[in-house]
């Protein structure tokens, strides 16, 4: 479990973080979401012991030698080394023997193929990504923390880190931390989700409850509904066979109701997340 | 703390720089043994012009012992510089790589992980001096020979070839010492100032100022200074060896060295690392 109470850290007159006060569980994932400068990386250095924090406390409850894992803004790695060679060195720096089959293993778990020889900085940034979650799962730690893990990534890697992270918090009963300004992404994998703006946690709940607030448009995709008079009432944007339009959720949900009734085959249909609107809700 | 050393020569001997390092070290080799063989006889004849007018000079005095002292003399500058940029780069290429965040992400010791990175310069600093000494005895007594050694120390001294290359291993393992130093001394700068290019130029920039005030007599504080000490190499090549003399160079040289770990691994440890 992940706690911390009234985190700041000011770095002479700039206050990076203020009065940070959040909880993780064993087994949860945990979002937080800001803009950049909000202060996700200095509340993540905290986390890690790599800064410490003006006033506040916090605790990862563990008794393992490496309590929590994470990766702070990139995965930076050896790039001369090779997978394998990145992993044995992290892992002999905490006195953690890794026969070549348990670094096998580990590649594979993060999917990456340990067939690979070559350095890494042929890997792609996703590939990166994927190794250094495999760098801080060494060691087995009770929580993760990642910062910005999807940036940079194609949906299939956001598809597949998604699926990891789920796993690891199902089947390892990890409490993970993840920060991102995507609110979609978060959104998909995260129960509970916390708002930061400028040091401060502006908004802090579950995840649906907090895109709740923030929903003020839907998206619908189907064929032939822009011609539909039941979307009349509404104001609206037609990109074809697309249409954003705005409504409550109430009504949202009884205007799909009518369009299937009235035969249109829907594709899709999802609020459409803003960050932006989620700060102004707050 | 072995296993940490040997992490760090691991990682130091898999980047490339580190070849480029020790193969410009292997050339200035070459280049003291190319410059000895041609123009070395003829600035010899002329350094002792005067003295063969009064003396008989006999044998072969351009000899391996002689190129060894001159290859000795790059300790000045060029292999610790060369050696400092390597060592230096053993932290800032982690800061500069962010790979010292990933380091600490993991239960590492700070005390230990800086201890690591000191017993690495010193060994490869042994390793350096060492692969110095092989490979310049090699070139020279091969190309050169045998023979009496020739040092101008507070006037000409004159060696037989046996106590010349008993002089001559004596100077490296003093060179040793003082590599040692200067390796120590490079990773504290790194501890200081982070920036790669900034403990490059503060590296040649203590070389340097080292080079100037050897030159400089500051009276009775002569047997304290620092850079005074690390001449301490060339108290081999008088011709009456002052043991008291020797031990205290080679003494105060490893307690500027320690002290210098010292502070260097104080403030790393007291460094925030984000």
């Known amino acids: 479990m992940i706690n911390t109470k009234g985190l700041t850290k000011q770095y002479g007159q700039l206050t990076a973080l203020k009065n940070v006060t959040l909880t993780v569980n064993r087994g949860e994932i945990a979002g937080i979401l800001g803009p950049n400068g909000a202060g996700k990386t200095t509340l993540f250095k905290i986390l890690t012991g790599l800064i410490s924090p003006t006033s506040g406390t916090f605790s990862i409850e563990s008794t393992?030698?490496?309590?929590?894992?994470?990766?702070?803004?990139?995965?930076?790695?050896?790039?001369?080394?090779?997978?394998?060679?990145?992993?044995?060195?992290?892992?002999?720096?905490?006195?953690?023997?890794?026969?070549?089959?348990?670094?096998?293993?580990?590649?594979?778990?993060?999917?990456?193929?340990?067939?690979?020889?070559?350095?890494?900085?042929?890997?792609?940034?996703?590939?990166?990504?994927?190794?250094?979650?495999?760098?801080?799962?060494?060691?087995?730690?009770?929580?993760?923390?990642?910062?910005e893990p999807f940036l940079g990534l194609d949906p299939m890697g956001m598809k597949d880190l998604r699926g990891m992270l789920m796993q690891l918090a199902k089947e390892q009963n990890m409490a993970i931390l993840v920060s991102s300004h995507q609110l979609e992404e978060l959104s998909k994998v995260c129960e509970q989700l916390h708002l930061l703006q400028n040091g401060l946690i502006v908004s802090s709940g579950k995840t649906a409850e907090i895109l709740h607030k923030a929903t003020q448009q839907y998206r619908i995709v189907g064929d032939g509904i822009a011609s539909s008079a039941l979307l009349a009432p509404f104001t609206k944007e037609i990109l074809g066979d697309v249409i954003l339009f705005s409504s409550t959720p109430a009504e949202a949900k009884s205007l799909l109701k009518a369009l299937i009734q009235e035969g249109h085959a829907i594709e899709s249909f999802g609020p459409e997340l803003n960050l932006d609107d989620l700060y102004s809700s707050t | 703390?072995?296993?940490?050393?040997?992490?760090?020569?691991?990682?130091?001997?898999?980047?490339?720089?580190?070849?480029?390092?020790?193969?410009?070290?292997?050339?200035?080799?070459?280049?003291?043994?190319?410059?000895?063989?041609?123009?070395?006889?003829?600035?010899?004849?002329?350094l002792l012009e005067n003295l063969s007018k009064t003396f008989v000079l006999e044998g072969n005095l351009m000899n391996g012992h002689?190129?060894?002292?001159?290859?000795?003399?790059?300790?000045?500058?060029?292999?610790?510089?060369?050696?400092?940029?390597?060592?230096?780069?053993?932290l800032t290429n982690e800061h500069k790589d962010g790979t010292i965040q990933t380091i600490f992400l993991q239960a590492v010791s700070k005390r230990l992980f800086i201890i690591?990175?000191?017993?690495?310069?010193i060994i490869f600093s042994v390793m350096v001096s060492l692969f110095v000494l092989v490979t310049s005895m090699l070139m020279a007594y091969t190309v050169f020979g045998n023979g009496d050694l020739i040092t101008y120390l507070e006037g000409l001294n004159f060696f037989a070839p046996e106590v010349a290359f008993q002089r001559i291993l004596l100077g490296f393992g003093s060179g040793i010492l003082l590599m040692t130093f200067y390796g120590v001394t490079s990773i504290s700068l790194a501890v200081w100032f982070k920036d790669q290019t900034i403990t490059w130029i503060l590296c040649a920039f203590v070389l340097i100022f080292n080079g100037l005030l050897l030159k400089v007599d500051f009276g009775f504080l002569n047997q304290w200074l620092l850079p005074k000490m690390t001449n301490a190499w060339?108290?081999?090549?008088?011709?009456?060896?002052?043991?008291s003399v020797i031990a205290h160079q080679h003494l105060l040289l490893l307690l500027y060295t320690v002290l210098i770990a010292l502070i260097g691994g104080f403030s790393f440890i007291k460094k925030e690392i984000g």
């Open chain 2, 66 to 90: 002689l190129v060894m002292y001159l290859v000795l003399n790059s300790l000045w500058f060029n292999f610790p510089l060369i050696m400092m940029i390597l060592v230096s780069g053993m």
């Open chain 1, 64 to 147: 393992k030698a490496k309590k929590i894992g994470a990766i702070i803004e990139n995965p930076q790695l050896y790039e001369y080394l090779s997978a394998q060679e990145n992993l044995t060195v992290f892992a002999n720096y905490q006195h953690l023997a890794l026969s070549t089959k348990d670094v096998d293993t580990l590649l594979i778990a993060v999917g990456l193929d340990p067939t690979r020889k070559d350095q890494v900085k042929n890997y792609s940034l996703g590939m990166k990504q994927r190794l250094g979650i495999a760098t801080a799962l060494l060691n087995q730690p009770d929580a993760l923390i990642l910062d």
């Open chain 2, 1 to 46: 703390m072995i296993g940490l050393a040997k992490i760090e020569l691991l990682k130091l001997f898999r980047q490339q720089r580190t070849l480029y390092g020790i193969s410009v070290i292997f050339a200035i080799e070459l280049f003291i043994v190319a410059g000895a063989y041609v123009q070395g006889r003829d600035v010899l004849e002329l």
């Open chain 2, 234 to 243: 060339q108290q081999f090549f008088y011709y009456e060896l002052n043991w």
């Open chain 2, 116 to 121: 690591g990175k000191f017993m690495a310069a």
